[in-house]
């Protein structure tokens, strides 16, 4: 859980028994306990997959293909080429968590200070809102067709137009919590003492609006990781031989006929992966929530 | 109680208490009160005393997690325990209920025209377009001018005052035998305020409507209640007429609340009863002693062994809960309104 | 109201504009000469030429902008590289079914999730509230392209319940294309309404803990009325905005819906465009999909200015 040392600073000691309390809350919560256990083994199998991985991904074997489940030495059988589905998945899990945490590196990069200037200056706020406008007219899978054609497809170029994609929700959060935090005491303090807007906004308003970023980002992730899926699905992802989670769902679906539960596992782990990090983020927005009733 | 007929609504050891996360939360103590016909009744004290909860409880309107004691007799039906559907006959129709906030207590997306109406529509069984008329004639009643115009309005395009106004002809609408006003003006200037109390006061000459007013104003009290229920930490700490209470008040809370209070039989206006030092305690259970000892300059040990019992301090039906009650004790403040 | 919808015709004309801007920047970056990107089989200098001066391309930026709009106005989108047909006549062909599949998701996801979230809010706490949760969150979190393979494998092939694939057009046999088209709605249709069940939900436990809802009880309303009345026309103000929202999401799952099934629609002839580097069908697909979002959220605006009296009577957004 290291994510959440990040300091919350609404005031000095009162960040630490806010974040205690959070913490606290996490804790008691068991939907919050297990789906956090779940991403830490997904992290952990996902960093050391390539050693932990039964088969090297791309390891044919023609006398063996499409192997059903439970085969000696192949627990979740082989594909049309014979290579482990196993190895696979786990390295295709790998593949989804990077995308999911480039893209949404990406979105908030641009997103957070894009946001802050929208509540903070009110003279940007509209050129930015036409911007978000702008954005919102390309749906990620457009904007993934349209890098697809410029630059070819790629797991960057499918992180980078998820990521694009998501940036006008972070503006959308971020842009509200500024205009919260803005009309609050502590910073109307800060701003009659002189402080510069960028002192302000990086001292007093973006520690404190840590918290919805957080919370947006816990949502962002699982997003990306389908979207990966989808675009890898139609080939305009993760490029075959390297794995992907999407890719095996397509090659799944050309020999469903063959292997049905071919296209049973992949799409399995990509629904565990969202779901815990859905219901994890669920539980932090609880836990943040100083209303602390609603579930 | 003095009072020569039959009290319309009447209130017997009333307690309310709510089960939460951190433990039970003890909202209301015991609180006995009767309402005659026509009567004007004003219920002070802090925020927090359990007031709000008192009214709520009247007809049911408490969420589910409460837990209610005692009784509540309308017109000798008692309403605590009551089957829900016997309940939605008394609200609106019988008991009726006026809020704090007339910025978000009326529907934004509907007409003030519409919400009124659907009480009458609700309880009278009138069709939409008589009850439309009827809520033109209501707005009137209330001093709403243009009224056939404003009843196509939406909240928002209404003044806080109008709006509380509405609230108000939204409340009398079925001529309701009691009308409870929790904190009407607390949100309201002061020149809007005065309008607002004589509205209500109209409404008791015409209509016969006894009316709980509930406020943390003392002015409000002065203004217009007939009798005064002073409570603290939910319990009722002293009763008496409104003059009487004003000039002799017994309870030593009471007294505090006068004296923070600059200039009582005036609008106190936004000011609000904290100037007595320390905090209503938010308690779990409801001890057997004082529950003021803790801020009384006046507090000894008897204090803190028993609850006092409301009992007769003199006057005409003036009663309070307290060891040593004021004897003099006119506040400076009241030596210089004399 | 009018000067609320003024304001929003400007805004959406004004990104209108710049979305065509980004496409036509687009179109310049893409990799090698943009002539021999248009010529399709024909590759002569003569036709290079020709397509030139058809495409203005010899001249300045801005007056190819111009001329690019006007054509983009017209409809002419140019012919596809692969097949030589007009790009406006592959649009007529696939648009009617893209449309049938979204707003019959659109429907049947806001009938799902507008009544499971009504459901949690109202049963606060209790069994049915923890079914619709977790459903939703099931749902937000299954790629929904991989249940739509698992329909087609469990129940198409298997049971034969359902076509597996390909399209009747509606004038042609309504029935039989219901038939073709509900599974994949259906599929279609979770995703979404998963999300307006978590919005009707939060928005609703709001409403449900107002001071207009604490009014409309004390008033002695049942509570049906308390919640229709009261509760939903409040909280459909915030559903219709996040429907809004999701449209670019809508139009991404139509496309792999559409894959997946073998419908011939928008989604099916951009995959085919990108494999084929038939540019003049990509340019088409991204403006439109754009122009197509930027409308339908001005007239989710006006649906927005309906509902909310705020809004209808003053201009004043809530
Ligand atoms: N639904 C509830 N759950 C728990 N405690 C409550 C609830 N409603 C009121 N209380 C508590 O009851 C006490 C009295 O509240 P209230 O009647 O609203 O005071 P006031 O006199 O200001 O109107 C307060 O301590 C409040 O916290
Ligand atoms: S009973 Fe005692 S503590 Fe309570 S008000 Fe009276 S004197 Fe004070
Ligand atoms: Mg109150």
């Known amino acids: 859980m290291t994510v959440l040392t990040v300091p919350m600073a609404e005031t000095g000691t009162a960040s630490i028994t806010r974040r205690t309390r959070v913490l606290r809350r996490l804790r008691r919560n068991p939907l919050a306990v297990v789906s956090f256990v779940v991403l830490a083994l997904a992290g952990v199998i996902a960093l050391l997959s390539p050693w932990l991985a039964p088969y090297s991904v791309d390891q044919t074997d023609f006398a063996r293909t499409f192997a059903p489940p439970g085969t000696a030495g192949h627990l979740l059988g082989t594909d049309d080429l014979g290579r482990d589905v196993l190895s696979r998945i786990m390295l295709g899990a790998r593949a989804s968590l990077q995308v999911g945490l480039l893209a949404v590196a990406t979105s908030l990069v641009i997103g957070v200070p894009l946001g802050l200037a929208a509540g903070y200056f009110r003279a940007w706020d509209a050129v930015i809102s036409r911007f978000t406008d702008l954005l919102l007219a390309f749906p990620f899978l457009i904007m993934a067709v349209g890098l697809a054609a410029i630059r070819g497809a790629s797991l960057g170029n499918a992180a980078v137009a998820i990521g694009i994609a998501q940036i006008p929700g972070v503006i959308r959060v971020v842009r509200s919590d500024t205009l919260r935090l803005k009309s609050l005491d502590f910073v109307a303090a800060a701003v009659v003492d002189g402080a510069s807007d960028l002192w302000v906004l990086a001292r007093h308003i973006l520690p404190n609006a840590t918290s919805v970023i957080l919370v947006q980002a816990t949502v962002a992730i699982p997003a990306a990781i389908l979207g990966e899926a989808v675009l890898s699905f139609l080939g305009l992802g993760i490029q075959p031989p390297a794995p992907s989670l999407g890719t095996m769902l397509a090659t799944a679906q050309q020999f469903a006929a063959r292997a049905p539960w071919a296209a049973v596992f992949p799409g399995v782990v990509i629904m565990g992966l969202a779901l815990a990090f859905n219901v994890f983020g669920d539980a932090l927005r609880d836990a943040l929530d100083p209303k602390g009733d609603r579930r | 109680m003095t009072t020569a007929s039959a009290p319309v609504l009447e209130i017997r050891d009333l307690s309310v208490s709510f089960p939460t996360e951190t433990g039970t939360v003890s909202a209301v103590d015991g609180v006995s009160l009767d309402l005659a016909a026509g009567e004007i009744v004003g219920m002070v004290g802090e925020s927090g005393c359990g007031k709000s909860v008192t009214a709520m409880s009247l007809a049911g309107l408490l969420p589910s997690s409460a837990r209610v004691t005692g009784s509540v007799r309308l017109d000798g039906t008692q309403l605590v325990g009551a089957r829900e559907s016997a309940l939605r006959r008394v609200r609106g129709r019988e008991i009726a209920y006026i809020f704090q906030e007339p910025m978000t207590s009326l529907n934004p997306v509907l007409t003030v025209g519409r919400q009124i109406g659907e009480v009458l529509q609700v309880h009278e069984r009138m069709s939409r377009r008589a009850a439309r008329a009827r809520a033109v004639e209501l707005l009137t009643l209330v001093g709403i001018p243009s009224a056939a115009q404003r009843v196509d309005n939406y909240p928002h395009q209404l003044s806080g005052g109008m709006r509380q106004r509405v609230m108000i002809a939204m409340a009398v609408a079925c001529g309701p035998k009691v009308l409870v006003a929790d904190e009407p003006t607390t949100a309201l200037d002061v020149t809007v305020q005065a309008g607002i109390l004589q509205v209500l006061r109209d409404l008791r000459d015409r209509l016969g409507t006894s009316v709980l007013i509930i406020t943390h104003d003392l002015g409000v009290i002065a203004d217009i209640a007939d009798r005064v229920v002073v409570m603290y930490a939910g319990r009722v700490v002293e009763r008496a007429p409104v003059d009487d209470l004003f000039a002799h008040p017994r309870h030593r809370y009471t007294a505090g609340l006068l004296s923070a209070s600059p200039q009582p039989g005036r609008h106190a206006g936004t000011d609000r009863l904290t100037e007595i030092p320390g905090l209503v305690p938010v308690l779990a259970s409801q001890p057997d002693a004082c529950t003021f000892a803790d801020r009384c300059p006046a507090a000894d040990e008897q204090c803190r062994a028993a609850a006092p019992p409301l009992e007769d301090v003199g006057g005409t039906d003036h009663v309070a809960a307290c060891w040593h009650p004021c004897i003099t004790a006119p506040t400076a403040a009241q030596e210089a309104n004399r | ?318």
Do not use: C
Not at chain 3, 97 to 115: D, H, K, N, P, R
Not at chain 3, 216 to 221: C, H, I, N, Q, V
């Open chain 3, 1 to 318: 109201m009018a000067r609320y919808l003024l304001t929003r015709a400007w805004q959406s004309a004004l990104t209108l504009l710049l979305s065509t801007i980004v496409v036509f920047v687009g179109v310049r970056a893409l990799p090698g000469d943009p002539a021999l990107a248009l010529a399709g089989e024909d590759r002569s200098p003569e036709a290079l030429e020709a397509i030139r001066r058809h495409y203005g391309l010899d001249q300045p930026l801005p007056v190819q902008f111009a001329q690019y709009v006007e054509r983009m106005a017209q409809g002419d989108f140019g012919v596809s590289i692969r097949t030589g047909t007009p790009v406006s006549s592959m649009l007529t062909t696939a648009l009617p079914v893209t449309v049938e599949l979204s707003v019959l998701a659109i429907l049947i996801a806001a009938a799902l999730g507008v009544g499971a979230g009504v459901l949690a809010a109202v049963r606060r706490g209790r069994p049915a509230e923890w079914l619709a949760n977790g459903l939703a969150l099931i749902g937000l979190s299954v790629p929904h392209f991989w249940l739509g393979l698992l329909a087609i494998l469990y129940l198409s092939v298997a049971t034969g319940l359902f076509p597996a694939s390909g399209f009747v057009p509606i004038l042609e046999d309504p029935v039989d294309n219901l038939h073709h088209i509900v599974l994949p709605a259906v599929i279609l249709g979770t995703g979404l309404a998963a999300i307006i069940m978590r919005q009707t939900r939060s928005a609703m436990l709001d409403s449900l803990s107002s001071d207009y809802v604490r009014t409309a009880k004390a008033k002695g309303l049942r509570p049906r009325a308390v919640i229709t009345r009261h509760a939903l026309r409040n909280s459909l103000i915030v559903v219709v905005t996040v429907v809004g929202l999701q449209l670019g999401g809508l139009i991404s799952g139509a496309v792999v819906t559409e894959q997946i099934f073998g419908l011939p629609g928008f989604g099916k002839m951009t995959i085919d465009a990108v494999f084929q580097r038939d540019y003049p069908v990509i340019q088409a697909v991204v403006l439109l999909t754009a122009a197509a979002y930027i409308v339908i959220n001005f007239f989710v605006d006006l649906l927005y200015s309906v509902i909310d009296p705020r809004i209808r009577v003053t201009g004043d957004p809530a």
